[in-house]
Nanobody, 114 residues
Framework: QVQLVESGGGLVQPGGSLRLSCAAS????????MRWYRQAPGKERELVAH????????NYADSVKGRFTISRDNAKNTVYLQMNSLKPEDTAVYYC???????WGQGTQVTVSS
């Protein structure tokens, strides 16, 4: 069955960086577009970034454009989210999703605070 395991979150100061990873299994990873979402306390889930099955296209929410980069390694069945210049408003639980599957992993917590 589909499994998505997010990792790499943590506590970071404003202006810092983190790299999130999402290990996928249970489906043919290279044929699926992937997305990162986030959900902050008391807020609706937000689409952060999208990447096509072969790495294109890549699309970003306006709130993260120029700071976050989504990438993937189809040989490792893994999608990444490089987050730079982090802001307190980036604090949220981050989830990866495989398009076409209604499956959400446990997510990884990102906290940006001094």
């Amino acid at each position: 069955q589909v499994q998505l395991v997010e990792s790499g979150g943590g506590l970071v100061q404003p202006g810092g960086s983190l790299r999130l990873s999402c290990a996928a299994s249970g489906f043919t990873f290279s044929t699926r577009a992937m997305r990162w979402y986030r959900q902050a306390p008391g807020k609706e889930r937000e689409l952060v970034a999208h990447i096509g099955s072969f790495g294109i296209p890549r699309n970003y929410a306006d709130s993260v454009k120029g700071r976050f980069t989504i990438s993937r390694d189809n040989a490792k069945n893994t999608v990444y989210l490089q987050m730079n210049s982090l802001k307190p408003e980036d604090t949220a639980v981050y989830y990866c999703v495989a398009l076409g599957y209604d499956y959400w992993g446990q997510g990884t917590q990102v906290t940006v605070s001094s």
